[in-house]
């Protein structure tokens, strides 16, 4: 196997999984690190009955067979959403969620579906109702009592600032104490969900294995290194951290992402205005009535740095998106923010030709690779799955 010089080396171990740190604090949830919480929220991330019509629950689009993804071009919930489903695996490591950022936290993260109409299509007061209903023992042994939800006159099990008119005249028709007592609920329902999914993390790879293996520095690691990857996959990666293809100025670090946002010229959907993605998503991240300076986060002011501190520059970063994570990304297509793209090897082909941003402005230069290397690097992709766990 051709030795890799030092500063392939050093990009290579920034690669690994064993390079992850530890979960970052999230302030904003005090029960972030709960497992009473992290077990109700795992409860409820699998109950379809926190839905409008029974049949949806989070792992609708984060089936965790799929790496917490579903498989589909565009979410399917009780409609269909705009954009394809993002991972949840490794999310705790983000400070901006959702493909243009516009949540802070995963608890935040976590309620935007609940409400919306093409999602779970419910409102919070019918999920504190769900709640005293089939977990009220776990809700109170984790946030402390409900409200008395069996006064429907003062707590309606269809009440919330959403588009159904039923649901929107009892929210208003309630007494601000009531409508925060249930906005309370809506919100832990939220961190718990959080706490859960903090836990999501990806699995070793074949890459890791290969980067175990080379980190040994002797006789047995290079031979162990050269048998976790195929000849193609290593001339796959070395092309992903090279200069030629460039792949780790977006997709570095052991999740295989900055979690920043980058206009990389994709297409919008046919018949669709383009999307502005982060240059949208700013705007609706500091207006959000559940970010981290809100009155509903339990952070202080000082420890919400991203949010105080974010770029706001709407038209700079028109039609940017988050790169998602590469890991297990032979099993997360369609690609791209609605699901555009439908192959692995369309996704490179569509790096090579660099084409102009129906908004904003792309970052992309076309690539000077053949398709016997966009091949190797699909093969090196492909090795990014996890590793079967033994039973």
């Not at 205005?273 to 009155?295: K, T």
Request: hydrophobic letters at 40%; charged letters at 20%; a negative charge.
């Amino acid at each position: 196997m051709p030795a890799f010089a030092p500063d392939e080396l050093e990009t290579i171990r920034s690669l690994w999984i064993g390079s992850l740190p530890a979960l970052p604090a999230d302030p904003s949830n005090r029960v972030a690190d709960d497992p009473d919480a992290a077990a109700l929220g795992e409860a409820i991330f699998f109950d379809r009955r926190f839905s409008a019509n029974g049949q949806v629950s989070c792992s609708s689009c984060h089936q965790p067979e799929l790496a917490f993804t579903d498989g589909l071009a565009r979410g399917q919930g009780i409609g269909e959403t705009p954009r394809s489903t993002m991972t949840v695996l490794g999310s705790a490591y983000s400070p901006w969620l959702f493909w243009d950022g516009r949540k802070d936290s995963l608890w935040a993260q976590a309620l935007g579906p609940l409400e919306n109409a093409d999602e779970h299509g419910g409102s919070r007061g019918m999920y504190a109702h769900r709640m005293g209903e089939h977990y009220r023992a776990e809700y109170e042994a984790v946030f402390g009592p409900l409200p008395d939800l069996a006064d429907e006159d003062r707590f309606p099990a269809t009440a919330g600032p959403v588009r159904d008119p039923i649901a929107s005249a009892n929210w208003q028709a309630m007494s601000p104490s009531d409508r925060d007592a249930i906005t309370t609920v809506y919100v832990n329902l939220g961190k718990a969900i959080a706490a859960f999914e903090r836990g999501l993390t990806p699995g070793p790879s074949r890459l890791d294995l290969f980067v175990e293996a080379l980190l040994a520095a002797d006789e047995s690691g290079d031979a162990g290194a050269a048998a976790a990857l195929t000849a193609d996959e290593l001339a796959g990666l070395r092309l992903f951290i090279g200069p030629v293809a460039g792949c780790t100025n977006c997709h570095s670090g052991p999740l295989l992402t900055n979690q920043s946002f980058h206009n990389t010229g994709v297409a919008p959907m046919p018949g669709r205005e383009p999307d502005l993605g982060r240059g949208a998503g700013i705007g609706l991240v500091q207006a959000d009535e559940f970010n981290c300076l809100s009155r509903w986060s339990d952070a202080d002011p000082g420890d919400c740095v991203a949010l105080r501190f974010v770029r706001d520059d709407a038209e700079a970063l028109a039609g940017a998106f988050k790169p998602p994570s590469l890991r297990n990304v032979a099993e997360t297509g369609p690609y791209m923010h609605a699901g555009q793209v439908a192959t692995l090897i369309d996704v490179l082909r569509h790096y090579r030709a660099a084409p102009q941003a129906a908004a904003g402005r792309s970052e992309l230069e076309p690539l000077d690779l053949t398709d016997v290397q966009l091949a190797q690097l699909e093969a090196f992709l492909r090795s990014l799955s996890d590793l079967p766990i033994d039973p």
